[in-house]
């Protein structure tokens, strides 16, 4: 069963800056792939970032330039560094996977989630 943990949210004020770290243990299968989704209080889930299997990423449009997705395939970690927090990027950071070579950074396509780690940006 593939188990996904979270870490490196906390608060910070605007402008500044956090790194998300997320391992993956369990994978059984060599194509996967990636991303990190972020749901407010009230809101719907959506997807920030998202990596293929060939290295491919996707971003939310709010956060293209600001935030890197990117993974390392050794050791199965998934990493979001994020620059110049905004208020509105306050939210519940999760991890997700799903098996298969690229998928749109959609909740429906993935089929494993870690708890989630919080993300507050205070102006």
């Known amino acids: 069963q593939v188990r996904l943990e979270e870490s490196g949210g906390g608060s910070v004020q605007a402008g500044g800056s956090l790194r998300l770290s997320c391992s993956a243990a369990?994978?059984?299968?060599?194509?996967?792939?990636m991303g990190w989704f972020r749901q407010a209080p009230g809101q719907v889930r959506e997807g920030v970032a998202c990596i293929d299997v060939d290295g491919t990423t996707r971003y939310l449009d709010s956060v293209k330039g600001r935030f890197t997705i990117s993974k390392d395939n050794a050791d199965n970690t998934l990493y979001l560094e994020m620059n110049s927090l905004k208020p509105e990027d306050t939210a519940m950071y999760y991890c997700?996977?799903?098996?298969?070579?690229?998928?749109?950074?959609?909740?429906?396509?993935?089929?494993?989630w870690g708890q989630g780690t919080q993300v507050t940006v205070s102006s």
């Open positions: 997700a996977l799903g098996y298969g070579v690229a998928a749109a950074c959609y909740t429906g396509n993935f089929n494993y």
């Open positions: 369990g994978v059984t299968r060599r194509n996967y792939y």
